[in-house]
């Protein structure tokens, strides 16, 4: 099953821009670093404290450090992967599986620095209905949000690399109603983010299962993806964002309280009556986003070749893609 993951319009525009039927985007000048350079990052659908290190690095001066004022657009990830790769929004954070799904439509973007080190989905059930591995989801009803994204590339990752019989699963879409649909039985199981659908049911004073895909294949998760012809004419403007996210990245994860504060007074939503509930997913996304020094930055080329891989095997992409050029450590390692 394919996943398609723009708009007709978007898709249309893109196919145009890519085969020159239409002018290019002019090349984004940077301003020296002495005055700042207006550049957007695009973001999920809205303001989350899971958006923590941005909000960092916007309120602690990493930004502005490297020469940048950064706006954060809120949307579609998949549309704004296809902006970016005609050159019409410089910077998206975007999942690895998106990537490689755009790469094998033809799509021209590459990611260049890693915020998430474990690919954050896996399927949640409530602990009384013992369903803690991939072949105990046999004979029951798993909830998916749609037949789309994460969720559907995590459901095919844990049929793959964990053996689950899919024709014995009746997976039913719930759209984003996971922790509901669970804890009122009206699936025995559903795909969510970790620090997402099982942190609610928790607070909720649920006992929860886990099954982590992580646990079972290695697939590249989020991180910050451009386009090629951003990387070839303006290298030092990937470079920049690199190392802004890269600092605030690790103050992040160095000064937790201090990042969630200051989450809040970016989100001020999260706040008040939310504020356990936001800290106790703040909290579960920190680990997601830890690596030890020698990876921190860094990806793992084979990682994204057998996803790549597996992907193709199961039916999500069309034609083999090849991971050259897809993904490029050449600016976390030139950070400094």
């Not at 394919?2 to 985007?25: N, T």
């Not at 559903?190 to 928790?202: C, E, H, K």
């Not at 996210?245 to 690790?250: D, F, G, I, N, W």
């Not at 160095?254 to 939503?269: G, K």
């Amino acid at each position: 099953m394919r996943i398609r993951f723009w708009s007709a319009s978007l898709r249309l525009a893109l196919l145009l821009a890519l085969a020159g039927c239409v002018a290019p985007a002019a090349p984004l000048v940077v301003t020296p670093v002495a005055s700042l350079a207006p550049v957007v990052l695009g973001l999920g659908y809205i303001p989350s404290v899971q958006f923590a290190p941005y909000y960092v690095a916007q309120e602690k001066g990493f930004f502005a450090e490297q020469g940048l004022d950064v706006t954060f657009r809120h949307g579609s990830e998949t549309d704004f992967l296809a902006l970016v790769a005609i050159n019409q929004m410089p910077f998206v954070i975007a999942s690895g599986e998106q990537v490689i799904l755009g790469r094998s439509q033809g799509l021209p973007v590459t990611y260049v620095l890693p915020w998430y080190y474990q690919f954050p989905v896996g399927v949640m059930s409530l602990a009384e209905q013992g369903l803690d591995t991939p072949h105990s989801l046999e004979g029951q009803r798993v909830g998916i949000p749609g037949m789309f994204g994460a969720s559907l590339v995590a459901w095919k990752a844990l049929v793959y690399a964990g053996g689950v019989d899919e024709s014995q699963v009746r997976l039913e879409t719930i759209g984003f109603t996971q922790a509901a649909a669970v804890s009122e039985g009206r699936v025995d199981a559903a795909l969510d983010y970790v620090s997402n659908g099982p942190v609610q049911l928790r607070l909720a004073g649920q006992k929860v299962n886990v099954i982590p895909v992580a646990d079972y294949i290695d697939l590249p998760a989020n991180g910050l993806v451009t386009n090629d012809q951003l990387i070839a004419e303006n290298p030092d403007l990937v470079q920049r964002m690199v190392n802004a996210l890269l600092s605030a990245y690790r103050y992040t994860l160095d000064n937790p309280d201090e990042a969630f504060a200051i989450s809040l007074r970016a989100v001020p939503e999260a706040g008040g009556e939310n504020e356990a509930a936001s800290r106790a997913i703040f909290d579960a996304s920190l680990p997601l986003w830890e690596a030890d020094e020698a990876a921190f930055g860094r990806s793992d080329p084979a990682v994204w070749q057998k996803a790549a891989a597996f992907m193709l095997e199961m039916g999500l992409i069309d034609t083999a893609v090849a991971t050259e050029g897809i993904v490029t450590n050449r600016f976390a390692d030139a950070t400094p």
